[in-house]
């Protein structure tokens, strides 16, 4: 039996053979406020929570504050000192180091991610957004270091969730190809409601079914509808 990260989101961890493999490179690919960065957010946070795991969440696009903040609102309680949940605030960093060279970024990155990686062992990884960390690495071989990320990023041996940006057009650089799993965020439009859906577009290692599950989230819990 492979072990498994539970999403907690309910219905979907039970269409997933119990969860997503760990040590997977999942991406959580959705427009534009369709709930990527708390989806992300509430499995960690259960995770930490509920299976007694820890987890840390880079934080690139918005700052730790506002994210903890929107979060708040959403019922999760904002970590307090000692907690096994950390948000990494790497707004800060990156107005910073606008004036370093371009390599320079990603190996402090990386650097800061491993230093983390042995003072507190963290087990599952949220990075938001991947678009944001390529656009701050300035890679010069896209392909080449993408993948040379996805392969480092199963080195740390923990599970990762890469937000991604859907642009309508393919991926820029075949993230798709590279990661374990995507798990897609659509919304729909239907008469003059706007709904959200879920599906599991990949999951390697995972018999999992197809198809897009309206979500909904309620009381602090995100669940999907599978009939
Ligand atoms: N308490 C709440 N209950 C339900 N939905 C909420 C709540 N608070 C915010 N939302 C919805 O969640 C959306 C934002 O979620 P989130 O920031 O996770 O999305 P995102 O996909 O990460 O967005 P972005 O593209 O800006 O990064 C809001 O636009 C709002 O519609
Ligand atoms: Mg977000």
Same mark, same amino acid.
């Given at each position: 039996?492979?072990?498994?990260?539970?999403?907690?989101?309910?219905?979907?961890?039970?269409?997933?053979?119990?969860?997503?493999?760990?040590?997977?490179?999942? =991406? *959580?690919?959705?427009?534009?406020?369709?709930?990527?960065?708390?989806?992300?957010?509430?499995?960690?946070?259960?995770?930490?929570?509920?299976?007694?795991?820890?987890?840390?969440?880079?934080?690139?696009?918005?700052?730790?504050?506002? *994210?903890?903040?929107?979060?708040?609102?959403?019922?999760?309680?904002?970590?307090?000192?000692?907690?096994?949940?950390?948000?990494?605030? *790497?707004?800060?960093?990156?107005?910073?180091?606008?004036?370093?060279?371009?390599?320079?970024?990603?190996?402090?990155?990386?650097?800061?991610?491993?230093?983390?990686?042995?003072?507190?062992?963290?087990?599952?990884?949220?990075?938001?957004?991947?678009?944001?960390?390529?656009?701050?690495?300035?890679?010069?071989?896209?392909?080449?270091?993408?993948?040379?990320?996805?392969?480092? *990023?199963?080195?740390?041996?923990?599970?990762?969730?890469?937000?991604?940006?859907?642009?309508?057009?393919?991926?820029?650089?075949?993230?798709?190809? =590279?990661?374990?799993?995507?798990?897609?965020?659509?919304?729909?439009?239907?008469?003059?409601?706007?709904?959200?859906?879920?599906?599991?577009?990949?999951?390697?290692?995972?018999?999992?079914?197809?198809?897009?599950?309206?979500?909904?989230?309620?009381?602090?819990?995100?669940?999907?509808?599978?009939?």
């Amino acid at each position: 039996m492979i072990p498994r990260v539970k999403t907690f989101v309910r219905g979907l961890d039970e269409i997933m053979d119990g969860g997503i493999p760990e040590g997977s490179v999942v =991406l *959580l690919l959705g427009k534009p406020g369709t709930m990527k960065s708390s989806i992300a957010y509430s499995i960690i946070y259960k995770n930490v929570e509920e299976a007694g795991r820890k987890a840390l969440y880079v934080s690139l696009e918005q700052s730790a504050s506002s *994210l903890i903040e929107n979060m708040g609102g959403m019922g999760f309680a904002p970590p307090g000192v000692d907690s096994n949940l950390s948000v990494l605030d *790497l707004g800060l960093l990156r107005k910073k180091m606008t004036q370093l060279t371009q390599q320079a970024w990603i190996e402090i990155f990386r650097m800061y991610i491993l230093n983390l990686k042995s003072n507190f062992n963290f087990d599952l990884l949220v990075i938001d957004s991947l678009p944001v960390l390529e656009m701050l690495a300035k890679f010069k071989e896209p392909r080449d270091e993408l993948f040379q990320l996805f392969e480092w *990023l199963r080195d740390l041996k923990v599970t990762t969730f890469l937000i991604h940006e859907e642009t309508g057009g393919s991926m820029s650089y075949g993230e798709d190809f =590279l990661a374990d799993g995507i798990i897609h965020l659509d919304l729909r439009r239907e008469m003059n409601a706007v709904n959200l859906f879920l599906s599991i577009m990949k999951m390697r290692r995972t018999n999992h079914r197809r198809g897009y599950f309206p979500l909904i989230f309620e009381h602090g819990n995100f669940e999907i509808v599978t009939d």
